[in-house]
């Protein structure tokens, strides 16, 4: 592995500095218009979807320069586009398994993002163990009726389509009855719930679907197969844009320490606490590994190789970090770090959240949490990171009649 950037990368890296200075916007983006308006910029110049093939609108950008766009705007904290989940994830999906014709429908508008997307997997009742999903999609003709309900829907009452697991064989294994298709969530017998969350944003929704007709055409590779499908997109989910989670860590550590430099408690800085400094150090060496962790999995990829299960060591190690930083930043505030809403900056240190926006640090704080949870839970990625990459035992069952003989004292 060459840690190196050659002359080139280094020259796109210059070029795409300069346009962020130029273009990103100067007022907090506060409107969906707003964001949109930006999303069109950064499509325009080139920056969306860079690595899609050039006939659906991308340009076939190698994942390096893909790396260094994430990684500069993150280092600026500019805002994200629109559609992450439909860029992210549905866009590679149907690369992947798509028809021609969901390719040429579809890939377009959602790079554009004049169609956005949603992702319809987890359930009230399966969300770790997703593959006991239970909304079903029955075959009438040639179409599918789709019945059931699923939760945690990112952006879902701002979706037009979705990109969703159904049950297609309830008498199957629970992994090979399962379906992927895409969804119009404009249709008739589709109702999202938009719900409100403890700080006050609403960035999911549950979505009702009753005898929803989904023409035939919207399944995405063979039926029954969608829980292999489901694992491609996932991948995605839990390895994409490392390289932006470095420089977001390393900007939020400039803001720990200059928290920590200037705040006074007792007439003291916390700089001057030997503790806090030396939470300080670990988390600048855990920066490190997690840089480090980056450059081995952008090494993959440019060779070709897609993300596997060690993106699951990426998904855990950023989020957690993620927790560790927030919650030190939120000691090191003292009451400062618990005034919610939007003015934060009263210290000259404007609170700044895990993914391109700013808001209060509470609301940093407890989105750092959520990120332990969304795309499969830490515990989950252990298990993963447990069984398909160090080749553990799947599962180790004991029987407790046995345990109970075994405890008893003449056994
Ligand atoms: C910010 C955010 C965005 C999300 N966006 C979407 C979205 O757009 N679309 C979508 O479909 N879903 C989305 N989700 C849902 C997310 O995928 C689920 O919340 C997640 O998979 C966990 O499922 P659950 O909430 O049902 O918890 P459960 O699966 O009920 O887990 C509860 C607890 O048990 C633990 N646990 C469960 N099973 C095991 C096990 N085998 N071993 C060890 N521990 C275990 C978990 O780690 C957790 O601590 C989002 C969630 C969040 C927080």
Redo the contacts with the bound molecule.
């Keep these: 592995m060459d840690l190196r950037y050659t002359p080139e990368d280094e020259a796109f890296r210059q070029e795409v500095r300069s346009w962020l200075a130029a273009n990103v916007p100067t007022q907090k983006i506060r409107t969906m218009e707003e964001r949109q308006a930006w999303h069109r910029k950064l499509y325009d110049a080139g920056y969306i979807g860079m690595g899609w093939p050039k006939e659906y609108g991308g340009r076939e950008a190698r994942p390096m320069e893909q790396a260094i766009v994430a990684e500069e705007m993150a280092r600026i904290n500019a805002p994200a586009g629109v559609n992450g989940?439909g860029i992210g994830i549905v866009g590679p999906t149907l690369i992947h398994h798509g028809t021609n014709d969901q390719k040429q429908r579809f890939l377009k508008n959602i790079l554009s993002g004049e169609e956005l997307w949603?992702?319809?997997?987890?359930e009230p009742n399966?969300?770790?163990?997703?593959a006991s999903l239970q909304c079903r999609a029955e075959i009438d003709g040639d179409t599918f009726i789709v019945n059931g309900q699923?939760?945690?829907?990112?952006?879902?009452h701002h979706s037009d389509w979705g990109l969703m697991l159904t049950r297609t064989d309830p008498r199957a294994q629970k992994h090979d009855g399962i379906s992927c298709m895409l969804v119009d969530l404009r249709s008739e017998g589709v109702e999202a719930r938009p719900l409100k969350q403890i700080n006050g944003d609403t960035?999911?929704s549950e979505i009702f679907f009753s005898n929803v007709v989904v023409p035939a055409d919207n399944l995405i590779g063979e039926l029954n197969t969608g829980w292999r499908i489901a694992q491609t997109t996932l991948s995605y989910e839990r390895g994409g844009s490392l390289m932006a989670a470095v420089s977001q860590n390393q900007r939020i550590f400039g803001r720990l320490v200059d928290a920590a430099t200037s705040l006074q408690k007792d007439g003291k800085r916390a700089i001057d606490d030997p503790n806090i400094r030396r939470r300080i150090g670990e988390i600048y060496r855990e920066i490190e590994v997690l840089r480090y962790a980056a450059l081995r999995i952008l090494s993959r990829l440019e060779k070709g190789q897609r993300p596997g299960p060690e993106s699951s060591v990426a998904k855990l190690h950023r989020s957690e970090l993620n927790k560790r930083v927030q919650n030190l930043i939120n000691e090191i505030m003292g009451p400062y770090g618990l005034v919610a809403g939007d003015a934060p900056d009263t210290l000259g240190l404007e609170a700044d959240v895990s993914y391109g926006e700013s808001g209060s640090w509470a609301h940093a704080l407890a989105a750092s949490y959520?990120?332990t949870?969304?795309?499969?839970?830490?515990?989950?990625q252990?298990?993963i990171l447990g069984e398909r990459v160090l080749g553990m035992p799947k599962e180790i069952r004991v029987d407790r009649l046995q345990l109970a003989e075994a405890a008893k004292p003449n056994a």
């Design positions: 989940l949603c992702q319809l997997y987890s399966s969300g770790s163990d997703l699923k939760i945690w829907t990112s952006g879902g960035g999911f959520s990120g949870i969304a795309a499969g839970t830490s515990e989950v252990k298990n």
